[in-house]
T-cell receptor, first 111, second 114 residues
Framework: EDQVTQSPEALRLQEGESSSLNCSYT??????LFWYRQDPGKGPEFLFT???AGEEKEKERLKATLTKKESFLHITAPKPEDSATYLC????????????FGAGTRLFVKA | DAGVIQSPRHEVTEMGQEVTLRCKPI?????LFWYRQTMMRGLELLIY????????DSGMPEDRFSAKMPNASFSTLKIQPSEPRDSAVYFC????????????FGSGTQLSVL
């Protein structure tokens, strides 16, 4: 069964303090790994798709990387507006378009 | 485009009542998903459709839940009878399998069953 585990559950950072969020996954053949951001009271919003080990993608202060067993979301010099829940999701190449989400990491960035 | 539109935004009902949640996907998207989010279980996939046809409903909790997609621009998720444990935020999402194969989520329906 496809599974996604995210750590830590919550992370508190000072503004400018860089850190990483972890996403470990088990899937029967990875079709894609996804990162989403969710603000309180809203639906998840897409950030990145990674398809193969070694792939990296960047957007402003965020960089996502992928290995065969896990993905990292690196946050460089975060700002308070980066505070949100970050969700990792996977899709297998045998499960059609089924997308399984992890429980998320709640990030708090203090000014 | 207005994005994925869900209604109602909030629903409060009593145990045993029927609840119907509605979703309008983004025009041109051929995939539609229903998810449920709770603190305990996170974001769970309930069912997804492709071209209005249910493809995977293995996440539907039990027979009290049913979902339909009568046409490309409308879907419903019905709970009958509702129970307090059904209280959650229900999200609808759609996709066209574009370059990133990403999902576009609606703002969700906050359901409270008393």
């Amino acid at each position: 069964e496809d599974q996604v585990t995210q750590s830590p559950e919550a992370l508190r950072l000072q503004e400018g303090e860089s850190s990483s969020l972890n996403c470990s996954y088990t899937v029967s053949g990875l079709r894609g790994l996804f990162w989403y951001r969710q603000d309180p009271g809203k639906g998840p919003e897409f950030l990145f798709t990674l398809y193969s080990a070694g792939e990296e993608k960047e957007k402003e202060r965020l960089k996502a990387t992928l290995t065969k067993k896990e993905s990292f979301l690196h946050i460089t010099a975060p700002k308070p507006e980066d505070s949100a829940t970050y969700l990792c999701a996977v899709r297998s190449n045998t499960g059609g378009f089924k997308t399984i989400f992890g429980a998320g990491t709640r990030l708090f960035v203090k000014a | 485009d207005a994005g994925v539109i869900q209604s109602p935004r909030h629903e409060v009902t009593e145990m045993g009542q029927e609840v119907t949640l509605r979703c309008k996907p983004i025009s041109g998207h051929d995939y539609l998903f229903w998810y449920r989010q709770t603190m305990m279980r996170g974001l769970e996939l309930l069912i997804y459709f492709n071209n209005n046809v249910p493809i995977d409903d293995s996440g539907m909790p039990e027979d009290r839940f049913s979902a339909k997609m009568p046409n490309a621009s409308f879907s419903t998720l019905k709970i009958q009878p509702s129970e307090p444990r059904d209280s959650a935020v229900y999200f609808c999402a759609s996709s066209d399998r574009g370059i990133d194969e990403k999902l576009f989520f609606g703002s969700g329906t906050q359901l409270s069953v008393l």
